[in-house]
Nanobody
Framework: QVQLAESGGGLVQAGGSLRLSCQIS????????TGWFRQGPQKEREFVAA????????LYADSVKGRFTISRDYARKTIYLEMNSLKPEDTAVYSC???????????????????WGQGTQVTVSS
């Protein structure tokens, strides 16, 4: 059974940094795209960042480009989201998601992801 578990969320002041982690279990291969999405208060879920199975391709939402970095550690089967220069509008529940083994590329489309974590809360105070 594939499971994704996020951690690293919390409360931070504007301008601060956080690193989110997504531990993936139940998969024998790392050849699948993985992404981070977020849903703010009274907002729809939106794409944040994604990385391909091989790690060569990364995608970012315009709102986080230059501030957030997605990476993956194959040995630990963990996906990271390094978030710098945080803004109050970054406040949201952040969820990681992974695609099936058929899809190794990164994607901005939430519907293309098969497995989802429960999410971790990130709150940025002004």
């Amino acid at each position: 059974q594939v499971q994704l578990a996020e951690s690293g969320g919390g409360l931070v002041q504007a301008g601060g940094s956080l690193r989110l982690s997504c531990q993936i279990s139940g998969r024998t291969s790392s050849s699948y795209g993985t992404g981070w999405f977020r849903q703010g208060p009274q907002k729809e879920r939106e794409f944040v960042a994604a990385i391909s199975g091989g790690g060569a391709e990364t995608l970012y939402a315009d709102s986080v480009k230059g501030r957030f970095t997605i990476s993956r550690d194959y040995a630990r089967k963990t996906i990271y989201l390094e978030m710098n220069s945080l803004k109050p509008e970054d406040t949201a529940v952040y969820s990681c998601a992974s695609r099936s083994l058929l899809y190794s590329g990164a994607s901005v489309d939430a519907h293309s992801y098969t497995y989802w974590g429960q999410g971790t809360q990130v709150t940025v105070s002004s």
